[in-house]
């Protein structure tokens, strides 16, 4: 066997689906879902999505925990030389098939993928995606070295790439099963420490999607701060291997300038706290902060080639009045 799909589901089969339909059928290749106690008013248990689908293993939790949970209660039942993890909301275009036949036998420890992102109902382009096309973009484009650290530190989710089994075990590498959000960033961050060798592919063979239900749409106080615990773990433990690595991330500052954005400045304090705690620079991170602020400010004041128009038409239909009037 030479892939083991994992998914975590939880009340989504419309979703769950659609993610099964992107996967091929191929026999080199299994899929393990893992419902994490569903609730049966909404799920209909009986035509559970991936049922009559072959080498597929579904497993019912009912322990109630998050996708960390899910994810690591599947890993023990992967056969696959090669694990690939998806959110049961997402789904795999239309060359994943064509990169599974590619990278089969490859002796990297990790492949890093393009991603890209939709809305999940209407299909039309996110920009959720838009951080780790920047990073794949720089891989190819810009400092090889510096963003291949990125790939491997700084990628983030566990979705985009393929990780070789024999690495997650040699290195009992697990989820965290008790955070709100970041859940995946360790696992994230030490695959990528631990790999011997990866790879890089420009294609998207993955879509992320965006709705309401988007953890950027349901943030609060316990996610935010749960995140910069994390993101502050991650800067900590990336100084102590002696890299000299920038981990303010546009996520990063991005979640902070959504909170100030929002006027929540005591929750913006207790995030840079969290940052503190776990030994961040955290007035690098004022200074970002700063930085993006003053440019936002500056974008807003500078006209844009559409303003300049509307202003240089408006003047034109002033004129041709005064002259008819």
């Known amino acids: 066997m030479n892939y083991s799909i994992i998914i975590p589901h939880k009340n989504s089969t419309k979703q769950l689906q659609r993610c099964l339909d992107s996967i091929p059928f191929r026999d080199d290749l299994e899929v393990i879902i893992v419902d994490d106690n569903s609730d049966p008013e909404v799920v209909d248990f009986d035509n559970f999505p991936g049922k009559e689908r072959p080498n597929t293993i579904i497993i019912f939790s009912k322990e ?86 990125l790939l491997r530190y700084n990628y983030g989710g566990p979705w985009g790439k393929f990780v070789k089994k024999a690495l997650v075990d040699e290195h009992q590498l697990k989820f965290e099963e008790f955070l709100p959000t970041q859940e995946d960033t360790r696992f994230a961050y030490l695959t990528g420490h631990y790999a011997r060798s990866i790879k890089v592919d420009k294609r998207a063979v993955y879509c992320l999607t965006e709705s309401p239900t988007s953890i950027s749409y349901t943030m609060n106080d316990e996610k935010y701060l749960a995140r910069m ?14 890299l000299d690595l920038d981990c303010t991330s546009d996520f990063m500052l991005e979640s902070l300038m959504e909170i100030r954005d929002a006027g929540r400045m005591d929750l913006y304090e207790r995030c840079i706290e969290a940052l503190e705690k776990e030994g961040m620079d955290t007035e690098h991170v004022r200074q970002e902060i700063a930085k993006r602020e003053a440019r936002k400010a500056q974008s807003l004041a500078t006209p844009t080639p559409l303003h300049r128009f509307l202003r240089f038409a408006k003047r034109i239909v002033i004129a041709l009045l005064g002259r008819w009037l």
């Open 64 to 149: 109630g925990g998050r996708q960390g949970r899910a994810r690591n209660i599947a890993l023990p039942h992967a056969r696959g030389k090669w694990l690939i993890f998806a959110d049961a909301d997402d789904y795999f275009t239309y060359c994943f098939n064509d990169v599974l036949n590619d990278y089969a036998d490859s002796d990297a420890d990790i492949v890093f993928l393009n991603i890209c992102s939709a809305m999940d109902d209407t299909y039309l382009p996110s920009n959720r995606s838009n951080y780790w096309n920047r990073i794949n973009d720089g891989y190819f484009n810009k400092d090889q070295n510096y963003y291949s650290l």
């Open 229 to 242: 615990h994390v993101l502050g773990e991650q800067d900590r433990f990336i100084k102590s291997i002696g």
